[in-house]
Each structure stands twice: as structure tokens, then as C-alpha cells.
């Protein structure tokens, strides 16, 4: 083969790549990537309670875990011990609730206690087929769990998945992880992706005996850090030793506890959220360009 021959199949390639793609996302309204400048804050956490928040609010939901090297979405979701199929429609999802849908790589590996160790070639191929493959059907949400901070698994997502509506971005109320947070919203407009939010995670702790919220940490940096770059700032979510509970036992707080301050703080923040999407205009008349009624 010419080299003209090669490079004219492999830009047809790429092409039909990108075209499958795009049909795949024409069926999501609205795609939301969960970010945060570093690890340990909750992210994975987040995502899921909004996630299935939405879900409970009766919107079509799609939760797809992209963090490559620490996929906890299904030890949070109580899936771990499920897997992946496939059929003539592509990958299916694991069903967490009827209108709640999951993807994850954890639930392709064959020994989960082992990490992943790839290089950048098979991680963008994996996230690629996690896209392009995976058979959601028509969704209202589709919540993607990053990967953390700045790098090349990001980078990789976004390049893939270009039509993302926007960014919700989790912090807690350390300087350190306010000073990443600060770095990945700098990323996000970089990247030219709508920020709709900041969320304050483990913003003081619920008393269990007396259901007040006492403060552990500081908290107000991610409240002062949304005003300084001209964000919304979405809310606080306060610890609760019932959602490590509810973690390692597999059950999104939101259902295990859904009449506690931190399962209302969930709930407020979805509802902030859809509000925002819902009436930003940009966004309105972008996801109505690629989101096809049938």
C-alpha cells in the first residue's frame, strides 16, 4: 500500500470512528463529566449519589466510570460481582435501577485487586470503545466519573468525548485541594467545557447523636474559590460516617439514608444542577444540535 493509501484509510477510519461516536451520544441529552483536582475528596462518591439522585428524580441516567486506575463505582454501586456482556447491540450496561445504568472498566477486569498498569495507547482505545461500544439507549444524564486532575486520561476523555455539556467539579476545604481544584477549573475553561459548578465536599461532619454539623476542617474555601473564578458554587456536602457505611456495604447514600442532611445536600445539588443545564442557554441550544428525538 502507498503512503497515500495508507493515510486515506486511516483518516476513513478515524472518521468512522467518529461517526459512531456521535450517533452513540445523539441518544444523551445532557453529558456531565464529575471532576476534582486530586484524589481522596469524594469524587467517585459524588458522582454516584448524583447519579442515582437523578435516577430518583425518574430521568434516564447512564453513570460511566473513566477513572482508568481507580474505578470505585462499582464497589460504591454494589455491582462488583457482575460483569460486562456483549451482544449484537454492542456492550450492555449493568442495571442498578431500572432507569439507572452502569459502565465501568472494573467490571471488565478479571482480578479486580490488581492495578492497571497501561500506557496511553490502550487506556485512549479502552476509553474509546466505553463510548463509542457501550449500548445506553436514550438518556437523560449520562455521568461520567473522571479521572483526577490534569493529565492525559482527561485530555483523552475529552478529546473522545468532545460534546460534553459540562463540568461539575468536587473539592473539600484544605487549601491543597482548593489550590488542584483551582488548576482543574482553569482546565475545564482551557478546554472551552461550560463549568456548572463547584461542590464542597466533606464540609464539616453530621453529629450522630445530636444530627447537627460540626466543623472538622475549614469550610467556605470552595464557596470563596467559586466566587473568585465566577462559578456557581452548587453546595456542601457535610461528612457523614454513614456514607462510609454505606460505601463499603454498596448502597449510594442516597437510598440508604435518603431522609439525612448530607441525602438532602445530594438531592439540592441534583436539582441545582438539572436548573442550571436546563436554562443556560449555550448549553440549551447545544445539546439540542446533537440530541436527536426519535
Known amino acids: 500500500m502507498s503512503k497515500g493509501g495508507f493515510f486515506t484509510t486511516f483518516g476513513q477510519k478515524r472518521d468512522t470512528e467518529k461517526n459512531k461516536i456521535a450517533k452513540k451520544l445523539a441518544k444523551i441529552r445532557f453529558k456531565i463529566m464529575v471532576h476534582s483536582g486530586k484524589g481522596g475528596v469524594g469524587k467517585s462518591t459524588v458522582a454516584a449519589n448524583l447519579a442515582t439522585s437523578f435516577a430518583r428524580q425518574n430521568?434516564?441516567?447512564g453513570l460511566l466510570d473513566l477513572d482508568i486506575h481507580g474505578p470505585n463505582i462499582p464497589k460504591i454501586m454494589g455491582i462488583e460481582e457482575q460483569?460486562?456482556?456483549?451482544?449484537?447491540?454492542g456492550i450492555e450496561p449493568v442495571s442498578f435501577l431500572p432507569n439507572l445504568k452502569v459502565v465501568s472498566?472494573?467490571?471488565?477486569?478479571?482480578n479486580r485487586e490488581e492495578p492497571v498498569i497501561w500506557r496511553s495507547p490502550m487506556k485512549y482505545g479502552l476509553i474509546q470503545q466505553l463510548i463509542k461500544d457501550v449500548n445506553w439507549g436514550k438518556l437523560d444524564y449520562l455521568i461520567v466519573d473522571m479521572p483526577s486532575g490534569t493529565g492525559d486520561d482527561p485530555l483523552s476523555i475529552i478529546n473522545i468525548?468532545?460534546?460534553f455539556n459540562g463540568t461539575v467539579i468536587v473539592t473539600t476545604p484544605q487549601e491543597l485541594s482548593l489550590l488542584n481544584t483551582k488548576?482543574?477549573?482553569q482546565f475545564a475553561l482551557k478546554m472551552n467545557i461550560p463549568v456548572i459548578g463547584l461542590i464542597e465536599n466533606m464540609s464539616g461532619m453530621v453529629c450522630p447523636h445530636c444530627n447537627q454539623t460540626v466543623e472538622i476542617f475549614?469550610?467556605?474555601g470552595g464557596e470563596k474559590t467559586a466566587q473568585e473564578f465566577e462559578i456557581p458554587f452548587l453546595g456542601r456536602i457535610p461528612m457523614d460516617p454513614g456514607i462510609v457505611v454505606s460505601t463499603d456495604t454498596g448502597v449510594p447514600f442516597v437510598i440508604s439514608q435518603p431522609k439525612s442532611i448530607a441525602s438532602d445536600c445530594f438531592g439540592e445539588i441534583a436539582e441545582r444542577i438539572r436548573n442550571f443545564i436546563e436554562k443556560d442557554e449555550k448549553i440549551l441550544i447545544y445539546a439540542k444540535t446533537i440530541y436527536k428525538e426519535e
Open 105 to 110: 472498566i472494573a467490571l471488565l477486569l478479571y
Open 83 to 89: 460483569s460486562l456482556k456483549m451482544n449484537n447491540k
Open 161 to 163: 468525548l468532545k460534546q
Open 183 to 185: 488548576k482543574v477549573i
Open 218 to 220: 475549614r469550610s467556605g
Open 59 to 61: 430521568f434516564a441516567v
